[in-house]
């Protein structure tokens, strides 16, 4: 009996802690679920916000970019908030924070409160995301269960993503706009609660410095630019207003590439892009973001507004993306690892690129039966093309810096989607040219998604992790870190 003992208490303290993984990995990603999930389910819902507060074009762009640039412009220095103050503490914050903000957009009775909800969203999403991932990392010591729970860390987001619209518009059709904030507070509640109960806090390092200079800079330049192109639909190109936000941004971009070339502890390390494999992916990232969520952003409101379907009716639009994008992502990994990141990121884009140039005919008459299968190869590329570009970025630089290059991929797709809703929503803000921006942006994403495919065919380098060889590396090849 006393020999059985210690091998009973064994087994119990393994199941016991096995448990607890599963809950930390819940925990962590209904935080990353919740996060993907606002990106995108707002969208079919802002011809019903529109209505609601008499909202013009510029003011739903703004809330969809409210929470974008507080994301985008945060994520980077919340990675390293989590180092200093524990990754489980700034997950925590995050969570309630986020909630907290879900409350008030549901309980919104103007615009300008709406949209300052949707920043502090942002804010708690910024420290969500990367705090998120490293509770995985600290949770998980071996290397390959740590791997089995990211790849269901990231598969439960990009579901999410996807599934946005849709559920969206099942529930502004059923309940109402306000439902789609509502709907984080239960998902709060229990991610808290998990996470307070269940996840083990890392020890943290406060010898790790704050690029503060850098995080005022970067939210000016992403700030001045959205709001110099959100509001030139409105005032003009011309006007001083606008000139002085583009002008604004162009200082403040200066200053942060300045300060990140000189600072001690830079948030985005300049001597990354000296690897034109990371350099290339980071623009892959860009230019597929600025066409995914600008092109999103602008079928939302061209469904409700220009062929009048019901929010609903919209949601089960966005099917055929949604399906692409989950059935691409599953093959994506076997071919990366097959093949390398090069190829699945030229074919992505170029499947992407070609749903957009066979939509530009679109009028406010063209039938659903004829879109549907453009949507589907948009979704098809997006689904193709991120996991490579991601492995890409992270196969660029040393392991111990992939953390910092993981932010900077997350923060520089953010700033696209930025800039994809300012300008696709500038495009379509005069409702009697809905058509005709439609199809301007049509052809702006098949070009940026055409200059992502020469630069990754150019610079990325095609790596088969399976073999374990490299073939045609871009020119000069050099991990950071080992020049």
Not at 91 to 109: D, E, Q, R
Not at 260 to 268: D, I, R, T
Not at 367 to 373: D, L
Not at 403 to 429: C, E, F, M
Request: some cysteine; proline content about 4%; charged content about 10%.
């Amino acid at each position: 009996m006393t020999v059985q003992q210690p091998e009973q208490l064994e087994r119990v303290r393994s199941i016991t802690s096995d448990a607890s993984h599963t809950l930390t990995l819940v925990a962590t990603s209904l935080g990353f679920v919740v996060v993907q999930l606002d990106v995108t389910i707002v969208n079919v819902a802002l011809q019903r916000i529109g209505d609601s507060f008499g909202a013009r074009v510029a003011e739903l762009q703004w809330v969809v970019d409210a929470y974008t640039i507080a994301f985008a412009s945060l994520i980077l220095t919340a990675g390293a908030l989590g180092d200093r103050l524990g990754v489980k503490r700034i997950f925590t914050s995050g969570f309630f924070l986020f909630t907290l903000a879900s409350a008030a957009c549901g309980a919104a009775v103007s615009m300008p409160m709406l949209i300052a909800s949707r920043a502090v969203q942002g804010i708690g999403a910024a420290l969500l995301v990367p705090c998120s991932l490293a509770i995985l990392n600290h949770t998980y010591r071996d290397e390959a269960s740590r791997a089995k729970a990211v790849a269901l860390w990231a598969f439960g987001a990009s579901l999410a993503l996807a599934a946005g619209p849709v559920l969206g518009g099942v529930l502004v059709n059923s309940i109402g706009w306000r439902s789609i904030f509502f709907i984080n507070l239960p998902i709060g509640a229990l991610g808290i609660w998990l996470t307070s109960r269940y996840a083990a806090e890392s020890q943290a390092c406060r010898a790790r410095g704050l690029d503060s200079g850098g995080q005022i800079t970067i939210i000016l330049a992403l700030g001045t630019m959205a709001a110099a192109t959100i509001e030139s639909s409105r005032f003009g190109i011309s006007n001083p207003l606008v000139i002085a936000g583009f002008t604004g941004f162009a200082l403040a971009a200066g200053l942060f590439v300045g300060i990140e070339a000189k600072g001690q502890n830079p948030m985005l390390p300049l001597s990354f892009f000296r690897n034109p494999t990371f350099s290339a992916a980071i623009l892959v990232g860009l230019l597929i973001n600025i066409s995914y969520y600008g092109l999103i952003f602008l079928f939302s409101l061209f469904f409700q507004q220009a062929q009048h379907y019901s929010p609903f009716a919209t949601g089960l639009a966005f099917l055929p993306m949604t399906a692409g994008v989950i059935i691409t992502n599953f093959m994506a990994g076997r071919i990366t690892a097959r093949t390398g990141p090069r190829l699945p990121m030229l074919i992505g884009q170029a499947l992407f690129a070609a749903g957009c140039l066979s939509l530009v005919t679109i009028t406010p008459n063209t039938a659903f039966t004829y879109m549907w299968w453009q949507l589907l190869l948009m979704g098809a590329g997006i689904g193709l093309v991120v996991p490579p570009m991601t492995s890409a970025v992270l196969g660029a630089i040393e392991r111990h810096q992939s953390g910092v290059a993981s932010g900077a991929l997350n923060a520089t797709r953010q700033a696209g989607s930025v800039i994809g809703v300012a300008v696709y929503g500038a495009l379509i803000a005069d409702k009697n040219q809905f058509a005709r921006g439609a199809q301007i942006a049509l052809y702006l994403s098949a070009a940026f998604l055409l200059f992502g495919c020469l630069a990754t065919y150019r610079y990325v380098a095609n790596t088969s992790p399976s073999r374990g060889e490299t073939a045609q590396r871009g020119p000069d090849y050099r991990p950071v870190g080992k020049e």
